[in-house]
């Protein structure tokens, strides 16, 4: 079951710039710069109240954040949510009729496992399924 928003992700062309213009909209440092090999990324997080705000830049100019931005620019790539077994999550949605970009979950930022649903069934919303790698699925 989704249990709450986890974070938002941001497309940016400049994590160092766009962490400062972020340090200073939301009045803090971030908490995690961390690089994703799998999604060809550099992420940052900041903290906002129980929520997180990640900003995405890419590593690769054939990655899915070069992608978007050379289509769409910089600005709100996903919208994650926290579940408790991912398996379980994509399992239900699959019977609801929600298409996947891959079932299969892999390691994303955060310490986190994740898998991503297809935007074409959620009204042209990438959605982000993230659970924690404590937990085993």
């Known amino acids: 079951m989704i249990n709450k928003v986890e974070h938002l992700g941001i ?8 962490n400062k213009l972020f340090s200073k909209l939301l009045g803090k440092q971030h908490y995690k710069l961390e690089s994703v090999g799998s999604e060809s990324v550099i992420t940052s997080f900041f903290k906002v109240g129980d929520q997180k705000i990640e900003l995405l830049q890419s590593t690769d100019n054939n990655g899915p954040i070069a992608k978007f931005i050379n289509k769409r620019k910089e600005g709100l790539h996903h919208l ?3 579940v408790d077994s991912i398996l ?3 399992k239900r949605l699959k ?4 298409e996947f970009i891959s079932e299969t979950p ?6 986190k496992i994740i898998v991503f649903l297809h935007p074409k069934t959620t009204n042209g919303v990438l ?3 993230c659970q924690n790698t404590e937990k085993k699925q």
């Open 80 to 82: 994650a949510f926290h």
């Open 106 to 111: 892999k390691k994303g930022a955060d310490n």
């Open 95 to 98: 019977k609801e009729g929600f």
């Open 88 to 90: 379980e999550e994509v």
């Open 127 to 129: 959605i982000e399924l």
């Open 11 to 18: 497309a940016v062309k400049d994590i160092d710039s766009s």
